[in-house]
């Protein structure tokens, strides 16, 4: 039994959190933020001089072959930054897709340049009726000489402006909600008939709605096996969901620390909020809430880390607790700051709506929690 | 013990409900919806209730108020809720105009009263400060004498809509010996007066309509206080239980939960409707139930109301329990969006990602923290209830 980080997972843990207190303090995270594409370029630089966009990669490739506790590690010291770059778009996604479909050659030409900054990249699965089915997959790809063609349309491509290139899912075989039949591509994001459409999302990021309109690819785009994708984008879905769960533990303890500093010094009635015991009890639970999510994340990491038979369902039991207690921990740190919390100037309304963003990606709370019921009593 | 609509009660209700069909039209609701139209159009639509003589709905008639039973006013809110059309803005109509008929002297309801029923004049609230919120007793704003003025000094915050305010109403310190609630006064202040500055806040659903206005040497007429010096308090209490009772919003949650549930039979996973799923049907229930019993909790209330009683504790409960439920539905709404709930929408407040009510419902859902938080925050009404009720403390 032993909840310790590696001396390296400190190491690593340590040079995020210092990044964020030096440079990424909220001000110049909102600049970053309103900027073309929603991140900073140079940031990005740095990300890589520090080695954090090879956190996931295997040696082979020059990774630092990190395993999930080390990007859990990142991860939450970004939540706690609200760093907006795009490390879950390009190097989990997009990266570990590639990492885990694609062929030696594949991911000896790709990730070098992910790990090195200088490829962007997303992942297009989502469509508008997908809600969080991976399955439910209608863009097509059809067979067209040596290549394929592609054709549909993706909705909320996180990254999708400022990829180069794209892994698509499309469909080469079956029908809609079927598992079988769903392919991944490699397409160039400027390649002709693809039409990018951007716009951001609450927490800020900037996504796109594509079409591919017709779009031809040589069969060297295929990622992976034709019509056998699935298992690989679960995979790689179930890693991005733990990482987003660990950068949501990060949020939560932020949220907390500032609420609770509020209620300390602001004052009502002549005494501090704080002393007031419906407040004081409101803010042990939610202090509850994040101890609670935080055991669930490391009950999920440690199963996953030995593939036991349980992962998936710890997993599940995670989102669930993230959005539970997440929407607890937003809503009391809103509501314990009074009208101080509903102004943008303030950060806290910022790290609620990344929370509130991270509770349905890839899986709201009920979603997940339908399929642990599934795992357990049926 | 009966609830039965009466003959006349039809008709009653279909009238309204004709009115609504005919006058809130989809070209009316596009302007609404528009910041930059807003304004003009929500003046223009109270103008039209104006004429048809349902603009004061709560006011005596002897003040041009409609002089409805009850039950035609739970018909009204109810059908005006149905047809989706928002209420007046309340800060004239509902919260300074029944202080001034109240309150005010015969001269003050000549002159103030009329640009209030006719939407002329746009009011705003000038009650909470930066360290005076919760505890609004401790305003410190102060207005002193000087002749037949008084000269205000000091600042407001939170201040709804102050950007398109023609007059502001005012809680001020003019006296600082005794109980704080002592040396407060009321005042009507024109907001064209030299010395008024109005700052805009951004609220987290990234729009404006807070402020912050700064009163520096600000001249205003004795004329205009309502009542007496430093006795202020007293009036805006009785106003703030008015407030907290159209904080509910019953009729509003009623349709917009409607409204929910049909969004979700055509949105779903896996290509089944969220609304035939039975853990989201437990969802909408918990809530639906809650709402039907406050439906009732707020008949009960209004009923006391009429039979003589000025809004009491009771206010607090229905402020408590019907911001709880807007704030669930709110949360269902974006839940049904899915991660299409976070788009943000464009500055003139369209949406491009194809989504149809995403941006909408992320939009409801954040100023919808505020509901809890405004009108006197709902820890402070329990604190109310648990010392008022039940003698606790
Ligand atoms: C969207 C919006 C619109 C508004 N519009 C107006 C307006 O037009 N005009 C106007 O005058 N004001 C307006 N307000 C201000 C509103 O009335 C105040 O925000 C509210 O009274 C709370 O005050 P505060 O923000 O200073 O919070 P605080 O009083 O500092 O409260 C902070 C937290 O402490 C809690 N708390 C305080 N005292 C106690 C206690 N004794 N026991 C337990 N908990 C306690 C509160 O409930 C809250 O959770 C608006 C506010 C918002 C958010």
Redesign the interface.
């Known amino acids: 039994m032993n909840f310790d980080f590696s001396e390296e997972q400190n190491m690593l843990r340590d040079s995020v959190s210092r990044f964020v207190m030096d440079n990424y303090d909220f001000a110049t995270r909102n600049e970053v933020v309103a900027s073309e594409l929603g991140y900073s370029a140079s940031n990005w630089n740095t990300f890589a001089e520090l080695g954090w966009l090879s956190v996931p990669f295997s040696e082979s490739v020059g990774g630092f072959g990190g395993n999930a506790v080390d990007t859990m590690v990142v991860m939450e010291q970004m939540g706690k930054g609200l760093v907006a770059e795009p490390f879950v778009g390009t190097v989990l996604l997009f990266g570990g897709l590639i990492e885990k479909a694609g062929s030696a050659d594949q991911r000896e030409a790709l990730l070098p340049d992910v790990i090195a900054g200088e490829t962007q990249g997303a992942f297009a699965y989502l469509e508008r009726q997908s809600r969080y089915d991976l399955a439910d997959v209608t863009t097509r790809a059809e067979s067209a000489g040596d290549g394929y063609t592609l054709t549909g349309s993706k909705a909320l491509v996180f990254n999708g402006m400022a990829a180069q290139t794209l892994i698509v899912a499309a469909r080469t075989s079956g029908e809609q909600y079927d598992s079988d039949g769903i392919s991944l591509f490699l397409v160039d994001a400027a390649a002709g008939g693809v039409t990018r459409t951007g716009y951001r999302l609450m927490d800020g990021q900037l996504v796109a709605n594509i079409e591919f309109d017709g779009v031809t690819v040589g069969a060297d785009a295929l990622l992976g096996a034709a019509g056998e994708a699935l298992p690989a984008m679960q995979a790689v879905v179930d890693d991005v969901t733990l990482a987003l769960c660990a950068e949501a533990l990060g949020i939560m303890e932020t949220l907390n620390a500032t609420t609770v500093e509020y209620a300390k010094t602001r004052q009502q009635f002549g005494v501090a909020i704080g002393s007031f015991q419906a407040l004081q009890h409101r803010m042990v639970d939610t202090f509850m809430a994040y101890e609670q999510t935080k055991s669930m994340l490391y009950r999920t990491v440690c199963s996953l880390e030995a593939e036991a038979d349980d992962a998936s369902r710890n997993l599940h039991a995670l989102k669930v607790l993230v959005a539970r207690y997440g929407k607890q921990v937003g809503d009391e740190a809103i509501q314990i700051h009074g009208g101080m919390g509903l102004t943008d100037e303030l950060d806290v309304g910022h790290y609620v709506k990344r929370l509130m963003t991270i509770n349905t990606l890839f899986g709201d709370g009920a979603f997940h929690q339908a399929r642990f019921n599934e795992l357990t009593y049926n | 013990m009966d609830t039965q609509f009466s003959a006349e009660d039809l008709v009653f209700q279909a009238e309204v409900r004709q009115f609504y069909k005919d006058n809130y039209t989809a070209e009316l609701q596009a302007k609404l919806a528009n910041l930059d139209t807003y304004k003009q159009t929500q003046i223009e639509w109270q103008k039209l209730l104006f004429d048809k003589g349902w603009v004061a709905t709560g006011w005596p008639q002897e003040y041009g108020g409609t002089g409805w039973t009850d039950t035609q006013k739970f018909i009204f809110s109810t059908e005006r809720s149905s047809a989706g059309a928002p209420d007046v803005v309340p800060f004239g109509l509902k919260m300074v105009g029944p202080v001034i008929y109240a309150f005010g002297n015969d001269e003050q309801k000549q002159r103030f009263l009329p640009g209030i029923l006719n939407s002329d004049d746009w009011w705003c609230q000038g009650y909470?400060e930066p360290?005076a919120?919760?505890?609004l007793a401790?305003l410190k704003t102060k207005a002193e004498l000087d002749g037949d003025e008084y000269v205000v000094n000091g600042a407001k915050?939170?201040t709804s809509y102050a950007q398109y305010a023609d007059w502001i109403f005012c809680l001020v310190r003019t006296n600082n010996e005794g109980k704080k609630q002592q040396g407060i006064s009321f005042l009507l202040i024109d907001m064209n007066t030299p010395g008024i500055k109005v700052n805009p806040?951004?609220?987290?659903d990234?729009h404006h309509s807070?402020n912050e206005v700064e009163f520096n040497d600000v001249r205003v007429p004795v004329a205009n206080r309502i009542g007496e010096q430093d006795k202020g308090w007293t009036y805006a209490k009785a106003l703030l239980a008015h407030e907290r009772t159209s904080i509910a919003g019953v009729a509003d949650s009623k349709k917009n939960l409607a409204q929910v549930i049909e969004l979700a039979r055509t949105?779903?996973?896996?290509?089944r409707s969220l609304i035939n799923?039975p853990?989201?049907q437990k969802?909408v229930s918990d809530i639906e139930i809650d709402l039907m019993a406050l439906e009732f909790t707020e008949l009960r209330v209004l009923a006391a109301l009429s039979s003589g009683g000025a809004p009491g504790p009771e206010s607090s409960l229905l402020k408590i329990k019907g911001t709880e439920i807007q704030q669930a539905v709110q949360?269902l709404r974006?839940?049904v969006a899915?991660?299409?709930?976070?788009?943000?929408s464009?500055e003139s407040g369209g949406?491009?990602?194809?989504?149809e009510f995403g941006s909408d419902a992320?939009r409801a859902y954040?100023?919808g923290?505020?509901t809890?938080?405004?009108g006197g925050?709902?820890?402070v009404q329990?604190?109310i209830i648990s010392k008022a009720v039940l003698g606790l403390g």
């Open positions: 909470s360290g919120g919760s505890d401790s915050i939170w806040i951004v609220t987290i990234g807070l949105e779903g996973g896996s290509g799923d853990a989201f969802q949360e974006m839940q899915g991660t299409f709930g976070g788009v943000l464009d949406d491009i990602s194809g989504h992320r954040m100023y923290r505020a809890t938080i405004y925050s709902n820890e329990k604190n």
